[in-house]
């Protein structure tokens, strides 16, 4: 899988810039054009049991996931040298904190994926983007779980270094990362391939109600305390709003409702 240096080009080399762009571009597009559909979406009001235990197993281990990644790629390696921090460490780190994590976020998207589509209530409300993407996340932590049975053959950190390298190459714009993990085993290159689908997709499914998430400290508590922001699709502006106190206005008057006669 992946022996075409064409398609290793364009995925390890071009697809990130693209993901990058999508994301970005597709999400203020997105919150601009049709705001009421960013959201989660909740199903909580048809069967929450299920739901509470889902959702909790699930988003307590893939923002673990997500921010050990974060961390564990974009950390300079010279950090790690200045700390006397050895690459064996980082990855045994690394290995069970990911590994627990995305046991975790694993079997709480199989749940998640089981009351969707055994419910027939639920089933009715979601669309092919809600199970889509809940599908393609499964699978991403199934295979990140896979990739663990080879870090453990080479715990001296240095495939580890090398993913570190590429990813901190292509920020930096090197056009020649995608050299960096050519010859890497196919499952991580799924992994990598994967990653990046996913955020292509970002914009254009419920995972936008994360940037929400992150932006509600700042936004409510520090932005604006004690409002809530509501968004109205009302073509027509509302009638003038009447003071306390004032008369009503007269018959015939502008702005007066028309009077009926008496029958």
Do not use: C
């Not at 300079?76 to 690459?87: E, F, K, S």
Request: net charge positive; glycine share 8%; hydrophobic share 50%.
């Amino acid at each position: 899988m992946f022996e075409s240096y064409d398609i290793d080009y364009f995925i390890f080399g071009i697809m990130p810039y693209v993901a990058l762009t999508v994301l970005i571009v597709g999400s203020i597009a997105r919150y601009e054009r049709d705001p009421f559909t960013w959201k989660s979406s909740s199903s909580q009001l048809l069967r929450q049991k299920q739901l509470f235990w889902g959702s909790v197993l699930f988003h307590v281990g893939i923002i673990v996931v997500f921010f050990g990644h974060l961390v564990g790629l974009f950390t300079p390696i010279w950090v790690l040298d200045a700390l006397g921090v050895p690459y064996a460490l980082k990855q045994w780190l690394a290995v069970l904190v990911g590994g627990v994590a995305g046991v975790f976020a694993l079997i709480g998207a199989s749940m998640l994926i089981h009351r969707r589509v055994t419910d027939p209530r639920i089933w009715q409300t979601t669309s092919f983007a809600d199970i889509g993407i809940l599908v393609l996340i499964w699978l991403q932590l199934f295979i990140g779980l896979g990739t663990i049975f080879l870090t453990l053959q080479h715990m001296d950190g240095s495939e580890m270094v090398r993913f570190m390298t590429w990813s901190q190459s292509v920020v930096m714009l090197n056009l020649n990362a995608w050299a960096m993990v050519v010859d890497v085993h196919w499952l991580y290159k799924t992994h990598i391939f994967l990653g990046l689908l996913i955020t292509i997709l970002f914009p254009f499914t419920r995972l936008v109600h994360i940037f929400s998430g992150f932006a509600a400290p700042v936004r409510y508590l520090l932005a604006r305390p004690g409002y809530q922001i509501v968004r109205s699709r009302r073509q027509t502006p509302l009638p003038p709003r009447r003071e306390p106190g004032a008369r009503p206005a007269a018959a015939g008057a502008p702005g007066s409702a028309p009077s009926t006669p008496a029958e």
